[in-house]
T-cell receptor
Framework: QKEVEQNSGPLSVPEGAIASLNCTYSDRVSQSFFWYRQYSGKSPELIMSIYSNGDKEDGRFTAQLNKASQYVSLLIRDSQPSDSATYLCAVNAGTALIFGKGTTLSVSS | ETGVTQTPRHLVMGMTNKKSLKCEQHLGHNAMYWYKQSAKKPLELMFVYSLEERVENNSVPSRFSPECPNSSHLFLHLHTLQPEDSALYLC?????????????FGSGTRLTVV
């Protein structure tokens, strides 16, 4: 059974701080990894993808991948109240993506 | 119309009803998916279609019946559902059936079974 694990939170950070979201996965052969943001009552929206070990930066977001440790993370710099949402980690399992339960982030102003 | 469109947005149905959910993608993708999202649980993969062929059925009860008449349209036919089937049903599409570039999701159908 392929699994993706995330701490469900809530993770609370003050405005302007760095939010760190973590994810582990069980399938060693997975090659592509994704972070989705889901606002309450809305559908998931793709915000980051990563394929190689190391860091990938896009604006205030940085995704980090360590395949040896089977670990993916998302850093959000200068967190804003508008970043308050649930963040879903997803892993390519071959024919489809497998998702974690999501981490709820709350950014207070 | 752009992206992935799902209808209806909300649906309330009795346990003896038959209804269908519709999904349409305007992205030129060739793979489409149905997921179920319940509170406190990860998204559950239900069905995968690639080039209109079903490639995965994740042990879904037979009261859910998918249909993919072409690469742009996907349906989920519902009959004799149970209250525990109440959830958000999400359709997604991707460029290929090994989704290396991720999915685009539709807005979802919020289903309530009474």
């Amino acid at each position: 059974q392929k699994e993706v694990e995330q701490n469900s939170g809530p993770l609370s950070v003050p405005e302007g701080a760095i939010a760190s979201l973590n994810c582990t996965y069980s399938d060693r052969v997975s090659q592509s990894f994704f972070w989705y943001r889901q606002y309450s009552g809305k559908s998931p929206e793709l915000i980051m993808s990563i394929y190689s070990n190391g860091d990938k930066e896009d604006g205030r977001f940085t995704a980090q991948l360590n395949k040896a440790s089977q670990y993916v993370s998302l850093l959000i710099r200068d967190s804003q109240p508008s970043d308050s949402a649930t963040y879903l980690c997803a892993v390519n399992a071959g024919t489809a993506l497998i998702f974690g339960k999501g981490t709820t982030l709350s950014v207070s102003s | 119309e752009t992206g992935v469109t799902q209808t209806p947005r909300h649906l309330v149905m009795g346990m003896t009803n038959k209804k269908s959910l519709k999904c349409e993608q305007h992205l030129g993708h060739n793979a489409m998916y149905w997921y179920k999202q319940s509170a406190k649980k990860p998204l559950e993969l239900m069905f995968v279609y690639s080039l209109e062929e079903r490639v995965e059925n994740n042990s879904v009860p037979s009261r859910f019946s998918p249909e993919c008449p072409n690469s742009s349209h996907l349906f989920l036919h519902l009959h004799t559902l149970q209250p525990e089937d109440s959830a958000l049903y999400l359709c997604a599409s991707s460029q290929d059936n090994a989704p290396n570039y991720g999915y685009t999701f539709g807005s979802g159908t919020r289903l309530t079974v009474v």
